[in-house]
């Protein structure tokens, strides 16, 4: 699997294109449609993942849609998606947002996790539909899985889980809101 990052719009969100062969998924295309678009070049786009709905991750959603013709992937779609070559996992991780997904795509090893989890943070609890209490939830949930497991995140530098369960204090616990 081939991971491409763009940064879209003034806010610098990191829009994803996962490849295998000539098949490819967008991830939270936030801004930017012709970035997005000459980045997808020729690939077969079979759909849309969305980790939360802030404006920053779909400002560029209903161009993609349109022109590609694609489903949107979200928090209200099956756990379990297979797709041509792609089997991923939808993961509910409310805390920046009540509608935050993760998705694990567990052969590659590979999150995309939007803005629950950034290298040395975690996003912002206190916008509309954030809950401290529930990414404190998410986040001890999220421990559980592969130490090894590469983040992607929504802003900013890719992570791993464990470089964020040595390095991150919300991930391990020295901050209580």
Same mark, same amino acid.
């Given at each position: 699997?081939?991971?491409?990052?763009?940064?879209?719009?003034?806010?610098?969100?990191?829009?994803?294109?996962?490849?295998?062969?000539?098949?490819?998924?967008?991830?939270?295309?936030?801004?930017?449609?012709?970035?997005?678009?000459?980045?997808?070049?020729?690939?077969?786009v079979l759909a849309v993942l969305i980790t939360h709905y802030h404006f920053d991750h779909v400002g560029a959603l209903e161009e993609v849609k349109k022109y590609y013709d694609v489903n949107v992937i979200d928090y209200r779609s099956n756990r379990?998606?297979?797709?041509?070559?792609?089997?991923?996992?939808?993961?509910?991780?409310?805390?920046?947002?009540?509608?935050?997904?993760?998705?694990?795509?567990?052969?590659?090893?590979? =999150?995309?996790?939007?803005?629950?989890?950034? %290298?040395?943070?975690?996003?912002?609890?206190? #916008?509309?539909? &954030?809950?401290?209490? *529930? =990414?404190?939830?998410?986040?001890?949930?999220? %421990?559980?899985?592969?130490?090894?497991?590469? #983040?992607?995140? &929504?802003?900013?530098? *890719?992570?791993?889980?464990?470089?964020?369960?040595?390095?991150?204090?919300?991930?391990?616990?020295?901050?209580?809101?």
């Amino acid at each position: 699997m081939m991971v491409e990052k763009i940064e879209t719009g003034y806010l610098e969100e990191n829009c994803y294109i996962v490849s295998i062969d000539n098949d490819c998924l967008i991830i939270d295309p936030g801004d930017d449609f012709d970035k997005i678009k000459a980045l997808v070049g020729n690939k077969n786009v079979l759909a849309v993942l969305i980790t939360h709905y802030h404006f920053d991750h779909v400002g560029a959603l209903e161009e993609v849609k349109k022109y590609y013709d694609v489903n949107v992937i979200d928090y209200r779609s099956n756990r379990n998606q297979n797709m041509s070559n792609f089997t991923f996992e939808i993961i509910p991780t409310p805390g920046h947002k009540e509608d935050a997904v993760t998705y694990y795509f567990k052969s590659d090893n590979v =999150m995309f996790v939007g803005d629950f989890i950034f %290298k040395g943070t975690i996003g912002r609890c206190d #916008l509309e539909g &954030g809950n401290f209490s *529930d =990414m404190k939830k998410s986040l001890d949930m999220i %421990k559980e899985y592969n130490l090894d497991t590469k #983040l992607y995140p &929504g802003h900013g530098k *890719d992570t791993t889980l464990k470089e964020e369960l040595e390095n991150n204090p919300y991930m391990r616990g020295d901050i209580d809101e």
